[in-house]
């Protein structure tokens, strides 16, 4: 018992038991395997985009842009649908705009070394005023019908977001744990300046992590233009970086950088549309549900924290 305490993610499983058996006393039809199907396809864009939110926090950075990032793209995806390109082409072509935004990010970054807090809430406010530019600030319809197989296609019988997502999930759980990118961006997150004297490129590794957050926004943008059927470009995606950052915090990360785990933020994401579903669902006012989901948030964080510093007890005591 004591070691499954000890887990990185424990106190956030808890939490997400606790409050899920609270709304499930609450509205019995919130344990309703429609309603979880709910839960979990409403979050699928912000699962992907929290992957490399995660990343960038881990190296003690953090990105302003990403719901820019992707009103830009799936506002280029709907331009081109209207111009008749192939969905799956248009959709690669979205993706691309959200790996250049990335680029652009991760080359004032690390390249010319200026504060990301500074660049991403500048490109926040150009890619935003790009989207409703080229969108001539009007809704982006009408998509073929082919491109509705983003939303509702299955392959293997699983739904082709719900897959993208696991596979994505899979393969940066993968690459964090057993990588040496993965070990790359712990120790800068960590400890910049030991890192740097190991040898390791800090400013290479930060733009590929930039880099990485675009082409994860580009996929989730193609997500969820082709859910929301409809793209407004001067709101499509606001809040999306708060959001995903606080899911990142809720899932044990830190925002100094260095500590934190792609499944916890997944489960992060997951408490956070558990605890919106469930007020909505308990029929509480929904001018209430963000300021509930902000005092939520603080408690999961200082649950963390007291973890944390339990777990750093444990080893200096090891260490007397």
Known sequence: MKRLLN?????IILFTILVTLLFSIISPDFLQFENIRLIVDQNISMFIVAIGMTMVILLGGMDLSVGSVLAVTATSVGLFLGHGIHPWLAAAMGICIGVLCGMVNGYFIAVRKIPDIIVTLATMYIFRGIAVGISGGTWMTNFPEGFRFFEQGYLLGISFPLLTAVILIAIFIYLMKFTRVGRRIYSIGGNGPAAKLAGISIARTKFKV???????????SVIFAAK??????STAGSGLAFEVMAAVLIGGGSIFGGVGTIAGTMLGVLFMGIVKNGLIISKVSPFWVD???GFLIILAIVINTLQRI????GKEGDLV
Request: proline share 3%; glycine share 10%; net charge positive.
């Open 7 to 11: 887990v990185h993610e424990a106190p």
């Open 210 to 220: 930039y880099v990485l957050t675009g082409l994860l926004v580009g996929i989730a």
């Open 228 to 233: 929301v059927g409809s793209v407004q470009a």
């Open 291 to 293: 300021a509930a989901t």
């Open 310 to 313: 339990r777990q750093n007890k």
